[in-house]
């Protein structure tokens, strides 16, 4: 059955590091052919591409998708480099710091909400003409799936309202989008991360980081490559071609909403 994803043409945005990395990798070794996507340049992309070591199958553009016209952009080219488009995932996102309530001006309201809110609806925007092309030439669903997170379920930390605000709108747009383009058999999916260990955490102290994998049912922070085989899943028509609005939390038992 998992030969689905053979040849499937996917897009994943922030891929560059953490847990857009590695979903990126694992498309690759399951017969994709992918887009990565970082706001860096090409010449530090090259070591990651011959890491990755799959020529003619791994791309990368670079674009900030705080920006409307990069995200059109983004889209553009990466139709251009695959052929077309059967899968976005939607990736990009951090926290952008951490401000209480009283200390929020518009220069971090608008650099959060940019990041994490214009970046997924302006990507997914552009895309829609051509995963609903995909459909309907493969007779099959084409995929979108994004990255939510926990603190679209409880909140967010400390100083991070507007993040844990932003990630709650993202779970919540897929499922109007459901609303909107089923009859386009475009699926929409949310994966939410707990606490995964990567550099989203660095302004934590050790301390603070045993509280919190203290506060985890397993003990522990979560893994890069304990997230990815959900994108995968969501990916593949023959595993979840019946799934779309919901969001999958997978926080090794964080929260159980
Ligand atoms: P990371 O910092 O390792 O990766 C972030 C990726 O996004 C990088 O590839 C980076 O290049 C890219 N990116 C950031 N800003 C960008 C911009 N303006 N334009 C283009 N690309 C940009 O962090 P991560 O933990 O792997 O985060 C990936 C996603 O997971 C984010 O959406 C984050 O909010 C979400 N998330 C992470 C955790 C966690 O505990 N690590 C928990 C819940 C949700």
New binding site residues.
């Given amino acids: 059955m998992f030969d689905d994803l053979q040849d499937k043409r996917v897009l994943v ?9 590695d979903v990126a990798s694992s498309l690759l070794k399951a017969g994709a052919k992918v887009v990565l ?4 340049g090409p010449a530090e992309a090259e070591a990651l591409l011959a890491e990755l070591d799959a020529p003619g199958r791994s791309f990368y553009l670079q ?4 920006d409307t016209a990069q995200c059109e952009s983004l889209i553009a080219k990466a139709v251009d480099q695959l052929g077309g488009l059967d899968v976005l995932i939607n ?5 952008g710091g951490r401000q209480g309530l009283e200390s929020i001006d518009d220069d971090f309201f608008n650099n959060v909400i940019d ?2 809110i214009r ?1 997924v609806v302006m990507v997914t925007r552009f895309a829609i003409p051509h995963l609903r092309a995909s459909a309907q030439q493969s007779q099959q669903t084409s995929s979108v799936i994004t ?5 679209g379920r409880e909140g967010g930390g400390m100083g991070a309202s507007l993040y844990g605000g932003s ?1 709650a709108m993202v779970h919540n747009l897929h499922r109007n989008w459901v609303k909107e383009f089923t009859k386009d058999n475009i699926r929409f999916n949310t994966v ?5 260990d ?4 660095e302004d934590k102290s050790d301390d603070l980081k045993q509280t919190i994998a203290g506060s985890i049912a397993m003990g522990r922070f979560g893994k ?1 490559h304990e997230l990815a085989p959900t994108y995968l899943y969501l990916a593949s028509h023959a595993l979840s071609g019946y799934i779309t609005g919901q969001v999958i939390d997978v926080n090794g038992g964080q929260m159980c909403p």
């Fill in positions: 945005t922030g891929s560059t590091a953490g847990i857009g990395l996507h970082g706001s860096r674009a900030d998708v705080r990736n990009a996102g951090g926290l990041l994490n970046s990255t939510g997170s926990i603190a990630k939410a991360p707990g606490t995964i990567t550099a989203f955490h890069c």
